[in-house]
């Protein structure tokens, strides 16, 4: 993950925006661009990878 220069005050974990290079996501003070996840029980992908195969990470969609 990286800071994103992106503010917002959006609640803590939602999803604010799907780039080429990451989802940009609202924290308690500012923005993160998440550049890979790991689902449990699986290897860690790049976000473009895992936004192809997990269609409801949307904008507005909430990490808890």
């Known amino acids: 993950a990286e800071l994103a220069d992106i503010t917002t005050n959006d609640t803590p974990g939602k999803i604010i925006a799907l780039e080429a290079n990451g989802i940009i996501v609202a924290t308690g003070n500012g923005t ?33």
Do not use: D, Y
Request: glycine share 6%.
């Open 32 to 64: 993160i661009r998440l550049l890979t996840l790991q689902l449990p029980g699986k290897k860690m992908l790049s976000v473009s990878e895992i936004c192809h195969a997990h269609h409801e990470l949307n904008i507005g969609a909430q990490f808890i």
